[in-house]
C-alpha cells in the first residue's frame, strides 16, 4: 500500500505501457520464432518419430522460456522504443514536461520496469530454466542432433590436493577409460604411483582398475604391486572432465558457481564457456538498465521522420550491443581475455554510450 502511494498515476500509466509493450513484443516475436523453428526442424521430427507430446511439452514450453530469456535486453529495448515514441508522437512527453516534470523524474516508472524485468529474467536464468534446459537438450539430443560429450581423449585432473589423475582416453558409453595413472605427492616429492591398462567407473566414486601396478617410494626405496582387479574410491566423476558446451546451460547459478570453483581447483582450464554463462547471468541485470535509458533517451524527442526513424536508430544500437557481447565472448573462449572481462566490456561501453543520449534527452 505504502509503495503504491509512493507512484502516481503517470508512473502506473508508463509502467503498465512498459511492461505491457515487453509481454506484447515477446508474445509477437515468439510466436514467429516458433514458426520458423518448427518448419526448420520439421524433417528431423519426422525423421526421427518425435512424438508430438514430447514436441510441445518437452521442447517448445522449455524453448519458449529459454529464447525469451537469451533476448530479453531485446525484448526491452523493442518495448521502450515503441511506446516512448507513441508518447512522444502524440505529443505526451512535451506535456509531461511543459507542466514541470523533469526527465529525472519521468525515468523513475521507466527505471521501476526496469527493475522489475531485470529481477524476473534473474531469477527465471538463475533456478527456473536451468531445470528446464536440462529436458529440453535431452530432447534436442534424442530427436534432433546429438550434441552430448561421450569421448575424450587426454584427461588429467587433481582429484585432492596432491593427487594427480591422468586418462590416456575415456568412453561414457561404456565406462571405461584406459591407460590411467594416480600420483601421490608430498610437495614436490613422488611417493606413490598407480597404472592400470584400464579403468572402469561403477557409480558415484567407486572405480575399478584392470591389470594395474602400483609403485611405492619409501626411504629411497621401491615397492611394487601387482594385480589384475583393484576396487577403490575416487572423488571424480566422468561428469567432472566430460565437459559439454551445453552443460553450464543446465546448471542453475549457486551450481554453476560451486561447479566453476570445483574444476578451477582440480586445474581443469576449458571452463571459459561456464565462466562466460556465470557472469552473463549478472550482466543482463545491468542490460536491462542501460538499454532502458538508451531507448527512453532516443525516442522521447519527437522529430521528423515520426516513429520509424526512431525505431530504426533503437534497434541499430540495441543489436550492436547484443552482437558486441556475442564477438567479445568468443575473445573469451579463444582465451585472449577472462571471461568476466569479456562478457562486461559491452555493459561498460554502453553505459557511456547511454550517458551521453541520456544528456541529450529532452528537458
Given at each position: ?232 574410491t575416487l572423488t571424480i566423476i566422468p561428469a567432472d572432465f566430460m565437459i559439454s558446451v551445453l552443460d ?95 562478457v562486461w566490456i559491452p555493459n561498460f561501453v554502453y553505459i557511456f554510450i547511454a550517458a551521453s543520449l ?6
Open positions: 500500500m505504502a509503495f503504491r502511494k509512493l507512484l502516481k498515476i503517470i508512473d502506473w500509466y508508463i509502467i503498465k505501457k512498459f511492461i505491457g509493450t515487453y509481454f506484447f513484443a515477446i508474445l509477437l516475436i515468439i510466436s514467429i520464432t516458433v514458426m520458423f523453428d518448427f518448419n526448420e526442424k520439421l524433417d528431423k521430427f519426422l525423421k526421427t518419430s518425435a512424438p508430438t507430446h514430447a514436441i510441445i511439452f518437452d521442447y517448445y514450453l522449455n524453448f519458449i522460456p529459454y529464447f525469451v530469456n537469451l533476448f530479453s535486453p531485446l525484448f526491452v529495448f523493442i518495448a521502450v522504443i515503441f511506446f516512448t515514441s507513441r508518447l512522444a508522437d502524440n505529443s505526451e512527453i512535451i506535456a509531461m514536461l511543459s507542466s514541470g516534470m523533469s526527465f529525472n523524474r519521468l525515468m523513475k516508472p521507466y527505471l521501476i520496469s526496469a527493475t522489475l524485468i531485470a529481477a524476473m529474467t534473474f531469477v527465471l536464468n538463475s533456478y527456473v530454466i536451468p531445470p528446464a534446459n536440462i529436458t529440453r537438450i535431452e530432447f534436442m539430443n534424442k530427436y534432433v542432433k546429438d550434441k552430448s560429450v561421450t569421448y575424450s581423449r587426454n584427461i588429467q585432473l587433481e582429484v585432492e590436493p596432491d593427487i594427480i589423475a591422468y586418462f590416456d582416453s575415456f568412453d561414457s558409453t561404456t565406462k571405461n577409460g584406459t591407460r590411467f595413472s594416480l600420483e601421490r605427492f608430498e610437495g614436490k616429492q613422488l611417493k606413490s604411483r598407480l597404472t592400470a591398462q584400464r579403468i572402469e567407473w561403477d557409480t558415484a566414486y567407486q572405480w575399478t582398475v584392470k591389470d594395474y601396478m602400483i609403485r611405492d617410494f619409501v626411504d629411497m626405496k621401491e615397492e611394487i604391486t601387482t594385480g589384475l582387479s583393484l576396487d577403490t553450464c546451460e543446465q546448471m542453475t547459478t549457486p551450481a554453476l558457481k560451486k561447479y566453476i570453483d570445483r574444476q578451477k581447483k582440480r586445474g581443469i582450464g576449458n571452463i571459459q564457456l561456464f565462466e562466460i554463462e556465470f557472469h552473463k547471468r549478472f550482466a543482463m541485470i545491468l542490460a536491462a538498465f542501460i538499454l532502458t535509458i538508451i531507448g527512453a533517451s532516443v525516442s522521447a524527442r519527437k522529430v521528423k521522420g515520426g516513429m520509424g526513424m526512431k525505431i530504426g536508430v533503437g534497434m541499430l544500437l540495441s543489436f550492436s550491443y547484443i552482437l558486441f557481447m556475442q564477438v567479445s565472448s568468443s575473445f573469451a573462449v579463444s582465451g585472449y581475455v577472462s571471461p568476466w572481462l569479456a541520456y544528456r541529450k534527452a529532452p528537458r
